[in-house]
């Protein structure tokens, strides 16, 4: 659960490099230009209405249920990174919380998948990308199902580059350990005779390339980050 936990951390304090984008560049070719903003009142005030009645419920409750999310991982992060513990009490700490992360990972995910089910998750991308950012990442702590349909669902806008590059890099990982497939981003470690390592990468020469065309920072920059979050040592009972 530790490497599930600062994994998720890392890319959401991750920042694209200066000139880089989070997905890779879109073409002009072929697109078309957007349609002309309405100026009058009467229809920015239609907009509005309609907006707040699709979108304003939705925005309230993924923002909490996001908000939580990213509380209790905070909270074991700040315990579990200090240096002046043994790595059997990062263990304990570990275990003692698991039932509480798995409570809340549950509910979150049975609430996210309603969501795909309930709206196009196309048209919410397009209309409020944040938005579809957060209902992403309750679903990357659910189980291997739920993030394989979340896979099948983002991954087209990914590579479009319409879709979050580093919450797909992610989530390609995930999906790819939890099937026991080579992961393509080095975002998931495993502990290996007492140390946290990158699980099994696919053509590593290349990683860092793959890596860059979503935003992500060099392998080696990741790991070093990611040692500094919570220590080098690890137990077994922390792999993923």
Same mark, same amino acid.
């Given at each position: 659960?530790? =490497?599930?936990?600062?994994?998720?951390?890392?890319?959401?304090? @991750?920042? *694209? $490099?200066? +000139?880089?984008?989070?997905?890779?560049?879109?073409?002009?070719?072929?697109?078309?230009? *957007?349609? *002309?903003?309405?100026?009058? !009142?009467?229809?920015?005030?239609?907009?509005?209405?309609? @907006?707040?009645?699709?979108?304003?419920?939705? /925005?309230?409750?993924?923002?909490?249920?996001?908000?939580?999310?990213?509380?209790?991982?905070?909270?074991?992060?700040?315990?579990?990174?200090?240096?002046?513990?043994?790595?059997?009490?990062?263990?304990?700490?570990?275990?003692?919380?698991?039932?509480?992360?798995? !409570?809340?990972?549950?509910?979150?995910? @049975?609430?996210?998948?309603? /969501?795909?089910?309930?709206?196009?998750?196309?048209?919410?991308?397009?209309?409020? #990308?944040?938005? @579809?950012?957060?209902? $992403?990442?309750?679903? &990357?702590? %659910?189980?291997?199902?739920?993030?394989?349909?979340?896979?099948?669902?983002?991954? #087209?806008? $990914?590579? !479009?580059?319409?879709?979050? %590059?580093?919450?797909? $890099?992610?989530?390609?990982?995930?999906?790819?350990? %939890?099937? %026991?497939?080579?992961?393509?981003?080095?975002? &998931?470690?495993? =502990? /290996?005779?007492?140390?946290?390592? #990158?699980?099994?990468?696919?053509? #590593?020469? !290349? /990683?860092?390339?793959?890596?860059?065309?979503? +935003?992500?920072?060099?392998?080696?920059?990741?790991?070093?980050?990611?040692?500094?979050?919570? +220590?080098?040592? =690890?137990?077994?009972?922390?792999?993923?």
């Amino acid at each position: 659960m530790l =490497c599930l936990i600062a994994a998720t951390l890392l890319i959401q304090t @991750a920042q *694209p $490099a200066a +000139g880089e984008d989070a997905t890779p560049a879109q073409t002009e070719t072929g697109t078309q230009a *957007p349609a *002309p903003l309405a100026t009058d !009142a009467a229809s920015l005030i239609a907009e509005f209405d309609t @907006a707040y009645e699709t979108y304003g419920d939705l /925005v309230a409750e993924v923002s909490a249920r996001a908000a939580r999310d990213r509380y209790i991982r905070t909270l074991l992060i700040s315990r579990i990174s200090r240096t002046d513990l043994e790595p059997d009490v990062r263990s304990a700490l570990i275990s003692e919380t698991e039932d509480t992360f798995d !409570a809340v990972d549950q509910d979150n995910t @049975a609430w996210a998948l309603g /969501v795909l089910d309930d709206f196009d998750f196309a048209r919410l991308n397009a209309d409020m #990308p944040d938005i @579809a950012r957060k209902i $992403a990442g309750l679903i &990357q702590h %659910g189980d291997l199902a739920a993030q394989q349909r979340l896979l099948a669902t983002v991954e #087209p806008l $990914a590579l !479009a580059g319409d879709f979050d %590059g580093q919450s797909y $890099a992610l989530l390609y990982d995930r999906v790819a350990m %939890g099937e %026991g497939r080579p992961q393509r981003y080095g975002s &998931q470690f495993q =502990c /290996v005779e007492g140390e946290q390592r #990158p699980y099994e990468l696919e053509a #590593p020469e !290349a /990683v860092d390339e793959r890596r860059a065309a979503f +935003g992500l920072e060099p392998l080696a920059e990741y790991e070093a980050r990611n040692r500094a979050l919570y +220590g080098a040592s =690890c137990a077994s009972s922390e792999s993923e």
